[in-house]
């Protein structure tokens, strides 16, 4: 059973359209954490959020963390070809060391 | 991007052999993680260091064993290799506990 439950696992869209995707525990997370991998290579990080609720903005990327920290969604305005990739979320929990994945969601943007 | 580099990229083994993973690092970081991705199951931790000759095991610890004699290496043993070892391995480095993670590109390991 995976700590960091990712949502949906796939997603297969058109260019300029908008999406989605969670990532839930039931667990509180003092930090988490979104990475994005492209075939052939390691998680490149996108962003940290660490308060409870906060909203953080990346060009077309939104980021939100839950009022509880126990969840997170990136919301991608406009998608782009370039968007494709897998999205991972990341998760630190309070009191704990190790950094706990999600499975991931795997994003194609059809141009 | 952060100079890390893991090598082979690529190996193929029979079951029973040892493999040894090597990452090496420019950033003189003092966190080395040595993680496994398979599908469905993301990325997990299977040891860490945190200072030269200092390591722990992660959550997937068994059938590895790490060792770090200098900064920038930090070597992962596959003693006896079996086919369920069979992954792509990535290194990652952090400069401070819990601080955001830097990745190598992987290496793909295949246990015949």
């Known amino acids: 059973t995976q700590l960091l439950e990712q949502s949906p696992q796939f997603l297969s869209i058109q260019e300029g359209e908008n999406l989605t995707v969670y990532c839930n525990s039931s667990?509180?997370?003092?930090?988490l954490q979104w990475y994005r991998q492209e075939p052939g290579e390691g998680p490149v990080l996108l962003v940290t959020?660490?308060?409870?609720?906060e909203v953080k903005k990346l060009k077309r990327l939104t980021f939100q963390f839950g009022d509880a920290r126990k969840d997170s969604s990136l919301h991608i305005t406009a998608a782009q070809p370039g968007d494709t990739g897998l999205y991972l979320c990341a998760g630190d929990m309070a009191g704990g060391f190790k950094t706990i994945f999600g499975a991931g969601t795997r994003l194609f943007v059809k141009a | 991007d952060a100079g890390i580099t893991q090598s082979p990229r690529h190996k193929v083994t029979e079951t029973g052999t040892p493999v040894t993973l090597r990452c090496h690092q420019t950033?003189?970081?003092?966190?080395m993680y040595w993680y496994r991705q398979d599908p469905g199951h993301g990325l997990r931790l299977i040891h860490y260091?945190?200072?030269?000759?200092?390591?722990d095991k992660g959550e997937v610890s068994d059938g590895y064993s790490v060792s770090r004699s200098k900064t920038e290496d930090f070597l992962l043993t596959l003693e006896s290799a079996t086919s369920s070892q069979t992954s792509v391995y990535f290194c990652?480095?952090?400069?401070?506990?819990?601080?955001?993670?830097?990745f190598g590109s992987g290496t793909q390991l295949s246990v015949l």
């Open positions: 990652a480095i952090s400069e401070r506990e819990r601080e955001k993670l830097f």
């Open positions: 959020v660490v308060t409870g609720g």
């Open positions: 950033e003189n970081h003092r966190y």
């Open positions: 260091s945190y200072g030269v000759k200092d390591t």
């Open positions: 667990s509180v997370f003092s930090s």
